[in-house]
């Protein structure tokens, strides 16, 4: 949202751009959520349900992707409809303003709530069902399993962190919102104080992302090494 100043006035001349550049902000955000959600559901059936061969298929998650920006545009995109989003008096920008209670509770709901419950879920589900293998006597054509299971255990460990920033990422506008109903009043500096965090929180989120994922890992790796290369 700091980034937009950078437009110099350009969105607060162009106010129908401005609400969409502020909708766009949003899809993108609670985008970042649903995949999340996307892949703690991949690991829950990778990891559970691993009998199952079809909950791991490639053209399941191509679907659930599919449905997953079918949502999110369901979700959102009637909301600049509403006249949700404004131009806020003291930014460059246009959001759904912090004061706006409803759609905010709306907003938070959807794009927040739904998906780290879905998250912790899944996270939740994986962590009881594999204490609960390690606490049995394992046979021979299960040692690979359970090999395979240690590797998903160093994954989700590091995707506890991940989740985690997920989850404080949108504790501040919490915070503030509750802090404006009780008040009467919003703080002078909420949108520059969250907009600082936000940004810092996408930063680590970015990184967390890159270390949890084998396959970003070896690909930054070949990008900041490319003299490594087999040839």
Excluded at 158 to 171: D, E, M
Excluded at 196 to 205: D, G, N, V, Y
């Amino acid at each position: 949202m700091i980034g937009s100043k950078l437009f110099n006035d350009f969105l607060t001349k162009n106010i129908v751009f401005c609400y969409v550049f502020g909708l766009f902000y949003d899809i993108f955000e609670c985008s970042m959520y649903y995949s999340y959600s996307i892949q703690a559901f991949y690991r829950l059936c990778r990891i559970v349900f691993y009998k199952k061969k079809y909950l791991v298929s490639h053209s399941l998650y191509i679907i659930l992707i599919i449905i997953q920006w079918l949502l999110v545009l369901g979700f959102l995109v009637p909301t600049i409809f509403f006249h949700w989003y404004s131009r806020l008096p003291t930014e460059q920008y246009c959001i759904i303003p912090y004061t706006n209670i409803h759609a905010q509770i709306y907003h938070i709901l959807l794009l927040y709530i739904i998906p780290i419950i879905c998250i912790t879920t899944a996270y939740t589900w994986i962590t009881i069902f594999m204490h609960q293998r390690a606490q049995t006597s394992l046979i021979a054509s299960t040692v690979l399993r359970r090999k395979r299971n240690e590797r998903d255990l160093i994954v989700i460990k590091r995707i506890i962190l991940l989740t985690s920033l997920l989850i404080i990422l949108r504790f501040p506008t919490i915070i503030f919102i509750v802090y404006a109903v009780m008040s009467g009043n919003l703080f002078l500096f909420t949108y520059d104080i969250i907009g600082i965090f936000t940004s810092t929180c996408l930063i680590f989120i970015g990184i967390s992302t890159i270390y949890t994922t084998p396959q970003l890992r070896k690909l930054v790796d070949i990008l900041a090494h490319p003299n490594n290369r087999v040839h």
